[in-house]
């Protein structure tokens, strides 16, 4: 009797012994497309057509245990399961074909000495919003990506999972705590519109914050199954340089394990700076904190008037929590200084207490807190104004949020010969997000020159990945990146500020449209009226170009995000004015401009 050939070995001898692989039946349209494809790229395939032979099914059973794909056509290259007809007709546009074909070809991408010289086609140090898009990218392309993400805790202990700044301590909990903010509004307004509800809502800082962490909690796990998907080596441990080429990870049991990659991209963000003063990190907390603080945070300082101060102090304001924000020049620097001035005159009617002129010099704690009562006692905080006044006052929580610092002190990055900027310790790069080290490369937060937002380290991180190892030809474009601070009355802009405008083009060459307006639904309950405000600032040789669009008011960060693509466009004020608004709604004001800063006319709205 002839023993029958295992099924299992005649996949492997298909797959060990071609280049490309491909399970096939003669009959089949899809089969018949992927075999002209290769043909027409003039690649040799080795085929097995399943319908011709006796175990035919046998072996379609075989691919189905090794792939999860019982259908054919089937196909691999070098080694690596593509998929059918349609997954590998994506493979061969993004790329991820080629690169897979280089692997044993030893041409520029990839060499295949790299497959035996390093561990990885890519290491990316951080599992953040940038380090996440580049390796899940890299991956899709057929990289053998691992990414390393590890939280150092806060002073205060305070940590987290996968998933970087924006999910864990930025973007998703203090959108989430801005909207419990306007909810609290709501339920004031809803009463005016004929609810009957208690006479004072109350808040519960501990309800809050369980919801919304275990919001984080599940999108942390999203984030690792996400990884194990697309075949993404996770490697919860802090990464240092050992040499240009090689990491070393420590995992929190102090676990050491040396890596080596063929490309390495540094995506690992800033942490929130704390004051050079006696007793702040004893005492302060940062926003890496507060997104999870166990108990109520009670009478609070803010140090800082950036996006982060004035967000914080916002929503907890608007959570009904005593704030102070402590400024030590200007309201957001940067940004359109009349616009800044407009959101602190509101933050100010709204409860919140501005200190200027002061920074903090010492903190003491004068009375613990008592956590089991959910208390967070007392600290002092002694600050002092140019002239040398001082003042003291006693606070339940000190919150600084006087900007953040790179996260590339302490990753061994000279023995990479990375260059950095020694002002500020972000990395150099060039337009392509290459440092001076051809096979480093850097995204995100730590990018030097560039605006510090999620979308942006997310763009860059794909953009990256697809030119390393697809097609990708396309670089990050840094100009006109709408944002939006989430201030109780939201602020969207996109292109220049005012001031910047002028430094560009000339205070002559500049027209400014203007309005304020009172969103309808702020009306009926009485509140409110003229506080939001819509700019477009245009410069007159340019025909009107518009360079600049800003608005405060409720939901401006949806606003903007549609009217930015206007801005990328190269969109002219005629064209605004040609647009037909949607009544009743805040951003039609953008299609009715028609008063100009110059002319001094009264903006202020009146009528529907
Ligand atoms: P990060 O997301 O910070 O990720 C870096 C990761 O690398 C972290 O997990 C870190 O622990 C890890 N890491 C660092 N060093 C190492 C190492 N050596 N080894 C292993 N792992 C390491 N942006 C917006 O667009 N909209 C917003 O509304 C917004 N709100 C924000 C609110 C706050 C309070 C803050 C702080 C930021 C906010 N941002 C917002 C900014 C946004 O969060 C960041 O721009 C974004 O997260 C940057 O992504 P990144 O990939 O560069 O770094
Ligand atoms: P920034 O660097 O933007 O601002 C720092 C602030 O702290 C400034 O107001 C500065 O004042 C003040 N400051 C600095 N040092 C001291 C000190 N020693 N004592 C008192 N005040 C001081 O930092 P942020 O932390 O606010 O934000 C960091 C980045 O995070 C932002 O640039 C932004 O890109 C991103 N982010 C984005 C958000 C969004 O998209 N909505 C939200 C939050 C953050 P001065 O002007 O006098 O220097």
Redesign the pocket.
Known sequence: VVPKTDPIKIVEDLIKNNRIAVFSKTTCPYCIKVKQLFSALNLEIGVIEVDTREDGADIQDALLQKTGQKTVPNVFVNGEHVGGCDKTIEAHHSGRLQFLLNKSQGDASVEMTDAVKYDYDLVVIGGGSGGLAASKEAALLGAKVAVCDFVVPTPIGTTWGLGGTCVNV??IP?KLMHQAAILGQSVEDAKTFGWELPEKAKHDWTTMVGAIQAHIGSLNWGYRVALREKKVEYINAFAEFVDPHTLKTTDKRQKEKTITAKYILLATGGR?RY?DIPGAQEFGITSDDIFSLPHHPGKTLL???????L?CAGFLAGLGINSTV?V???LL?GFDQQIANLIGNYMEKHKIRFQRGY??IKLERIEEGSPEEGTPGRIMVTSQNEEGELMEEEYNTVLF????DACTNKIGIEKANVMLNPKNGKVICDEKEQTNIPHIYAIGDILDGK???TPVAIQAGRLLAKRLFGNGTLITDYVNVP????TPLEYGCVGLSEEDAIAKYGADDIEVYHSFLTPLEVTVPKRDGNEGYAKLICVKSLDEKVVGFHILSPNAGEITQGFAIGLKLGAKKADFDNLIGIHPTIAEVFTTLNSTKSSGADVLQKGC
Do not use: D, H, N, Q
């Open positions: 930025g973007c203090k929130p004051p140090v800082g008037a950036s996006y982060i101060a967000e402590m030590r020049s200007i620097r920074v903090p949020a006087i900007g953040r605006l510090e937002l944002t939006t601070v989430f």
